[in-house]
């Protein structure tokens, strides 16, 4: 499949997940461009405050359905901060409609140069408590084009394909089940080391998982740096 195929073909499946996102309302921004190059202050004992077991509208990539964050920005920062691992840099929450919207992540900028962005985490309140959760994550970068963002899958080895670049062409896969703190597997393969992504298929070992688990699908490129997130795409399967 050419290039330009597999673009878009990732191209259609970010409307796809934007479309659930949103009504037939403009979108609204709230604000440009990172608004911070580290964490704001926030409150993580109240943010996380677990309910009882329920079930979400769609599948998120994070937190797990019984965690429930009261705004956009707390569960951004969360999902960059445990999933990545690494301290947040996040643009301003822009509204889709009055329950979804988007926010970028940025790196930090390295010895104070210029953030640069890493990718777009889309959000939407789901669940009987109306929480804020991170619903997918997409950069034309780094990203799955098999299988389907909430596609069903079997508790065992999982085909994967998608693009990746990264630093000596690094491109880091793993998977977890949502909320989780360890993950399930990890694959280090190849992938574009200089503008363009380039494609890779590799086989991620999701035995670990029960059945009606979300499993969390990341696509990260290396970049030699620790506080650099990398581009990164992710998308939430469910176990059948």
Same mark, same amino acid.
């Given at each position: 499949? &050419?290039?330009?195929?597999?673009f878009?073909?990732?191209a259609a #499946?970010?409307?796809?997940v $934007?479309? #659930?996102? @949103?009504d037939d309302?403009d979108?609204?921004?709230?604000?440009d461009g990172?608004t911070t190059?580290?964490a704001?202050?926030?409150?993580t004992?109240? #943010?996380?405050?677990?309910? #009882?077991?329920?079930?979400?509208e769609?599948?998120?990539i994070?937190p797990?359905a019984?965690?429930?964050f009261?705004t956009?920005?707390?569960?951004?920062?969360?999902?960059?901060a445990?999933?990545?691992?690494?301290?947040? @840099?996040l643009?301003a929450?822009?509204a +889709?409609d &009055?329950?979804?919207?988007?926010?970028?992540?940025?790196?930090p900028?390295?010895?104070?140069? @210029?953030?640069v962005?890493?990718? $777009?985490?889309?959000?939407?309140?789901l669940?009987?408590?109306s929480?804020?959760f991170?619903i997918?994550?997409?950069n034309?970068?780094?990203?799955f084009t098999?299988?389907?963002?909430?596609?069903?899958?079997p508790a065992?080895?999982?085909a994967v394909?998608?693009?990746?670049?990264g630093?000596e062409?690094?491109v880091v896969?793993?998977?977890?089940?949502?909320?989780?703190a &360890?993950e $399930?597997?990890?694959v280090i393969?190849s992938g574009?080391?200089?503008e363009?992504?380039?494609?890779? =298929?590799?086989?991620?070992?999701? &035995?670990?998982a029960?059945?009606?688990? =979300?499993?969390l699908l $990341?696509v990260?490129?290396?970049?030699?740096?620790?506080s650099?997130? +990398?581009d990164f795409?992710?998308?939430?399967?469910?176990i059948?």
């Amino acid at each position: 499949m &050419s290039f330009s195929r597999r673009f878009a073909a990732i191209a259609a #499946a970010a409307v796809l997940v $934007l479309a #659930a996102c @949103s009504d037939d309302d403009d979108i609204a921004e709230t604000g440009d461009g990172p608004t911070t190059t580290q964490a704001p202050e926030t409150t993580t004992t109240a #943010a996380r405050e677990p309910t #009882a077991p329920a079930e979400l509208e769609q599948p998120a990539i994070w937190p797990a359905a019984d965690v429930v964050f009261a705004t956009p920005g707390e569960a951004a920062e969360d999902f960059v901060a445990e999933v990545l691992g690494v301290e947040p @840099s996040l643009g301003a929450f822009r509204a +889709g409609d &009055s329950r979804s919207g988007e926010i970028e992540v940025f790196s930090p900028g390295e010895g104070g140069g @210029s953030a640069v962005s890493r990718s $777009l985490l889309l959000l939407r309140q789901l669940g009987p408590d109306s929480g804020w959760f991170v619903i997918a994550a997409v950069n034309e970068n780094a990203a799955f084009t098999a299988p389907e963002s909430g596609t069903e899958v079997p508790a065992g080895p999982l085909a994967v394909e998608g693009l990746g670049r990264g630093f000596e062409a690094t491109v880091v896969l793993t998977a977890r089940v949502v909320g989780a703190a &360890s993950e $399930l597997d990890m694959v280090i393969t190849s992938g574009g080391a200089l503008e363009d992504p380039e494609p890779f =298929t590799e086989t991620l070992d999701l &035995s670990g998982a029960t059945s009606g688990d =979300t499993v969390l699908l $990341l696509v990260r490129g290396g970049t030699g740096l620790e506080s650099d997130p +990398g581009d990164f795409g992710a998308i939430p399967v469910v176990i059948q």
